[in-house]
């Protein structure tokens, strides 16, 4: 079992619809985690950046912790077509406190108009 | 405009022959990192350098080699491509406490 899970998708959506992308890992000592969004053919780039349990905004997004179910979510309001980009889930602080993150694999995500 | 900064952005090699990918932030951050991305396989972690000076294996280390020349530069060096090394290369750097910068990638084609 990889340390990190992620749904590749595709997810496919209509414009304005809310998101939800998701990961779950199964290693607790994970303290820090981030959301990148990847369009094709670019580099990621840090969506979010959060510490603890619970909600964290910013604009449109919201990542939200549950340390107690290792599960973490992006929620995307109001999706836009130019939101249509892969969205990777990476976790800090794993075992032996190592702080190389975890990837997941990516979800792609589709919205179309 | 500040970030990360890799050359080339595309490459096709032959089986055999060697090249250096190049990286370069501006940033000032302490860390930077190799990572190859596959379809279906995520990002993979080749090398890493915690500082200047260091540099430590990822997960997929083997065929690879690297060289941090300064706290800017961190260079990744394939010394014999092969057709399973056909992959895209992100350089990336981290101040400690913050989020991955990446580069905008190295395309890479070993024929």
């Known amino acids: 079992q990889k340390e990190v899970e992620q749904d590749p998708g595709p997810l496919s959506v209509p414009e304005g619809a809310i998101v939800s992308l998701n990961c779950t890992y199964s290693?607790?000592?994970?303290?820090?985690f981030m959301w990148y969004r990847q369009y094709s053919r670019k580099g990621p780039e840090l969506l979010m950046y959060?510490?603890?349990?619970g909600n964290k905004e910013d604009g449109r997004f919201t990542a939200q912790v549950d340390k107690s179910s290792k599960y973490i979510s992006l929620f995307i309001r109001d999706s836009q077509p130019s939101d249509s980009a892969t969205y990777l889930c990476?976790?800090?602080?794993?075992?032996?406190?190592?702080?190389?993150?975890?990837f997941g694999r990516g979800t792609s995500l589709i919205v179309h108009p | 405009n500040a970030g990360v900064t890799q050359t080339p952005k595309f490459q096709v090699l032959k089986t055999g022959q060697s090249m250096t990918l190049q990286c370069a932030q501006d940033?000032?951050?302490?860390?930077m990192y190799w990572y190859r991305q596959d379809p279906g396989m995520g990002l993979r972690l080749i090398y890493y350098?915690?500082?200047?000076?260091?540099?430590d294996k990822g997960e997929v280390p083997n065929g690879y080699n690297v060289s941090r020349l300064n706290k800017r530069e961190f260079s990744l060096r394939l010394e014999s491509a092969a057709p399973s090394q056909t992959s895209v290369y992100f350089c990336?750097?981290?101040?400690?406490?913050?989020?991955?910068?990446f580069g905008s990638g190295t395309r890479l084609t070993v024929v």
């Open positions: 959060t510490y603890s349990s």
């Open positions: 350098s915690a500082s200047e000076g260091t540099t």
């Open positions: 990336a750097s981290r101040t400690a406490g913050g989020g991955y910068t």
């Open positions: 940033m000032n951050h302490n860390s």
């Open positions: 990476a976790l800090l602080g794993g075992s032996g406190g190592s702080y190389i993150p975890t």
């Open positions: 290693n607790s000592a994970f303290q820090y």
